[in-house]
């Protein structure tokens, strides 16, 4: 099955610690892109990457860090910097970094106690 | 600041009543625009999107959308909705010929009753 995939479904961390979220897509899809889903706010765009080894902050980037040493992953770091870093996170994917449709995988629950 | 503005933040409805959500957003200029539908427990879907072309664009399980460029909107409809559409609901613009980057609106919860 193509897709994206996203791991773990729930996280539960202790304050101070950095955690990572996994994303992979196998959908040979240059664009991957991070979210961040809280009620009532929709999604905000955390970092997005147009291609391998090249990405760029989104509009809350503060706290977090990515890589994209490889097509098909995408991780982001939430580290003890981010302020509120409860959230649900999705990752995405479009064939194009322009103006092609986004692909959502299924998200990852963070919860820092 | 660009923005999505949706105006319902929840609708209750019965089985059968039709549906309109609305989406309205702050560009001038092309956009592209999407919905995109959360059903509880599931992925975020792509309902339907506008590029170009009719701006009345068909989805997926009955759903349409109507773009109207002179009231920057771009509002949901449904004649007949039914239980199984019950989920959060979000409008999203992108502006062509920059990045790739969804400008989303805080999303409409649907409850459908039979």
């Known amino acids: 099955d193509g897709g994206i995939t996203q791991s773990p479904k729930y996280l539960f961390r202790k304050e101070g610690q950095n955690v990572t979220l996994s994303c992979e897509q196998n959908?040979?899809?240059?664009?991957m892109y991070w979210y961040r889903q809280d009620p009532g706010q929709g999604l905000r765009l955390i970092y997005y990457s147009q291609i391998v080894n090249d990405f760029q902050k989104g509009d809350i980037a503060e706290g977090y860090s990515v890589s994209r040493e490889k097509k098909e992953s995408f991780p982001l770091t939430v580290t003890s910097a981010q302020k509120n870093p409860t959230a649900f996170y999705l990752c995405?994917?479009?064939?194009?970094?322009?103006?092609?449709?986004?692909?959502f995988g299924p998200g990852t629950r963070l919860t820092v106690l | 600041a660009q923005s999505v503005s949706q105006h319902n933040h929840h609708v209750i409805l019965s089985e059968a009543a039709s549906l309109e959500l609305g989406c309205n957003y702050s560009y001038g200029g092309t956009v592209n625009l999407f919905w995109y539908v959360q059903y509880p427990g599931q992925h975020l879907q792509l309902l339907l999107k506008?590029?170009?072309?009719?701006?009345l664009v068909k989805g997926i399980k009955g759903f349409e959308a109507e773009f109207i460029k002179s009231k920057f909107s771009f509002n949901l409809r449904k004649p007949s909705v039914q239980w199984s559409d019950t989920a959060e609901y979000f409008c999203a613009v992108t502006r062509p010929g920059g990045y790739n980057k969804l400008i989303f609106g805080a999303g409409t919860r649907l409850a459908v009753h039979p």
């Open positions: 959908l040979n899809h240059d664009a």
């Open positions: 506008y590029f170009s072309g009719d701006p």
């Open positions: 995405a994917s479009s064939i194009g970094w322009r103006t092609d449709t986004q692909y």
